[in-house]
C-alpha cells in the first residue's frame, strides 16, 4: 500500500493586535473606594455602611456613662463597702442597675420607720443626686435602729466613692466618710451608770 504522507502538527500561529508598544502599557487607573470587610467572617467585601457608623452624641454619652462589664456568672455589678456606727454594722452593696432599696431583705421605709431614720439612710445618694438610679441592698446587725441608719449611711457612702472617686470631695464635706468614733461609755465600779453616782441624803 502507499505510504499516506505523515500529518504536519498545526501550529499556533500568534495573532498581532492592532495596539503599539506604547498604548499597550497601562495607564493608571483612579483608586477604588475603600471597603469594609463583612462581619459575616465569609471573607466577602462590602461597602461601608453610614448606619453602623456612631453619631457624635452617641459617642460624647458613651465617654460620659462607663458602661461596666457583666459579671463573669452572669449576676449584676455591684460596689461593696462596710459602714459602722456605734455597735452597729451595715454590709452596703450599691448595684449600678436601678431598683429598690432593700435593708435586711424589706423595703428601707418600712424597716426605718420614721422620716428622719428614712432621711438619714438615703441621705449619701440624695447628695449626689443619684436616687433611684442605682439598686442598693443593706445587711446591718447590732447597735439600735438610729445607730443602723447612720451605719447604712457610712457604708452607702464607700460605695459611691469606689464607683466614682471625684465624690470623695463631696461626702467628705457632708460627714458621710468619717466613721462616727463616739460610743457609750462603759459603767464604773461605785457608780449607778458611767457617771451617775448614787443618791446622797445628808439624814
Known amino acids: 500500500m502507499p505510504e499516506t504522507p505523515k500529518k504536519r502538527a498545526a501550529k499556533s500561529v500568534p495573532i498581532k493586535s492592532g495596539r503599539s508598544k506604547k498604548s499597550a502599557t497601562k495607564t493608571p487607573s483612579a483608586p477604588e473606594p475603600a471597603l469594609a470587610v463583612s462581619q459575616e467572617g465569609t471573607g466577602a467585601l462590602a461597602p461601608p455602611d453610614a448606619t453602623l457608623m456612631p453619631s457624635p452624641e452617641a459617642s460624647a454619652r458613651a465617654d460620659s456613662e462607663p458602661v461596666w462589664p457583666a459579671h463573669p456568672s452572669g449576676r449584676d455589678r455591684y460596689f461593696e463597702a462596710v459602714g459602722r456606727r456605734k455597735t452597729a454594722i451595715a454590709r452596703v452593696r450599691l448595684f449600678t442597675k436601678s431598683g429598690p432599696f432593700m435593708v435586711n431583705d424589706k423595703a428601707y421605709g418600712d424597716y426605718f420607720p420614721t422620716l428622719d431614720l428614712q432621711k438619714i439612710a438615703e441621705d449619701a445618694l440624695k447628695k449626689m443626686k443619684l436616687w433611684e438610679r442605682f ?32 465624690f470623695r470631695k463631696r461626702m467628705k464635706r457632708a460627714g458621710f466618710l468619717k466613721r462616727d468614733p463616739r460610743m457609750k461609755e462603759r459603767k464604773k465600779f461605785g457608780l449607778k451608770k458611767a457617771r451617775r453616782a448614787p443618791q446622797w441624803a445628808k439624814r
Not at 441608719?149 to 459611691?160: F, I, Q, S, T, W
Open 135 to 166: 439598686r442598693v441592698s443593706a445587711h446591718v446587725s447590732g447597735g439600735g435602729i438610729h445607730a443602723q441608719a447612720e451605719a447604712v449611711r457610712h457604708g452607702l457612702a464607700r460605695c459611691l466613692i469606689t464607683f466614682n472617686p471625684d
